[in-house]
């Protein structure tokens, strides 16, 4: 298993789900459209426990002494992107159980600095997101000004 097919495996999840669709009048962040997210979200990290428990078992039986230097080196280095990428999954995991308990409080839909809906389909796209487009792109902004 390589990095480029974990990164794969994570993004699919996001795509196997039927886009939600407001009745008319609804009200934004509805009992309906949280229950959509919370669905979408326990999927996604399920799906991320399922790779974890993959790399577990590759790294436990793949492992090997190998006499070769370089076949060692490689397999250390294919072991080591692995286990980063898992890291980096671990705490898109904690992301997602802290969404999934926004949305349990009901807080989970409104940007954190200016208070607005996020939208249906920019949680679709991004189920973490937790600020609107505009105070987003604000923050990649002033990151890139001040090399943040």
Same mark, same amino acid.
């Not at 090997?64 to 294919?78: K, V």
């Given at each position: 298993?390589?990095?480029?097919?974990? $990164?794969?495996?994570?993004?699919?999840?996001?795509?196997?789900?039927?886009?939600? &669709?407001? !009745?008319?009048?609804?009200?934004?962040?509805?009992?309906?459209?949280? =229950?959509? %997210?919370?669905?979408?979200?326990?999927? /996604?990290?399920?799906?991320?426990?399922?790779?974890? =428990? +993959?790399?577990?078992?590759?790294?436990?039986?793949?492992?090997?002494?190998? #006499?070769? #230097? $370089?076949?060692?080196?490689?397999?250390?280095?294919? %072991?080591?992107?692995?286990?980063?990428?898992?890291? +980096?999954?671990?705490?898109?995991?904690? !992301?997602?159980?802290?969404?999934?308990? !926004? &949305?349990?409080?009901?807080?989970?839909?409104?940007?954190?600095?200016?208070?607005?809906?996020?939208?249906?389909?920019?949680?679709?796209?991004? #189920?973490?997101?937790? !600020?609107?487009?505009?105070?987003?792109?604000? =923050?990649?902004?002033?990151?890139?000004? /001040?090399?943040?």
């Amino acid at each position: 298993m390589s990095k480029n097919q974990s $990164a794969a495996d994570t993004s699919t999840v996001l795509k196997t789900f039927t886009p939600y &669709i407001p !009745k008319k009048g609804e009200e934004y962040m509805s009992d309906e459209q949280r =229950d959509h %997210f919370k669905t979408i979200l326990r999927d /996604w990290r399920n799906q991320l426990m399922e790779e974890v =428990d +993959r790399t577990v078992h590759h790294l436990q039986d793949d492992a090997a002494n190998y #006499p070769d #230097p $370089a076949d060692r080196a490689t397999q250390e280095e294919e %072991f080591s992107l692995e286990l980063r990428t898992r890291d +980096r999954e671990r705490k898109l995991i904690k !992301k997602i159980d802290s969404t999934i308990e !926004k &949305i349990v409080q009901n807080d989970y839909g409104y940007c954190e600095s200016c208070g607005i809906e996020i939208g249906i389909r920019r949680l679709e796209a991004r #189920p973490t997101a937790d !600020k609107c487009i505009d105070c987003k792109t604000l =923050d990649e902004i002033r990151e890139k000004q /001040w090399g943040a």
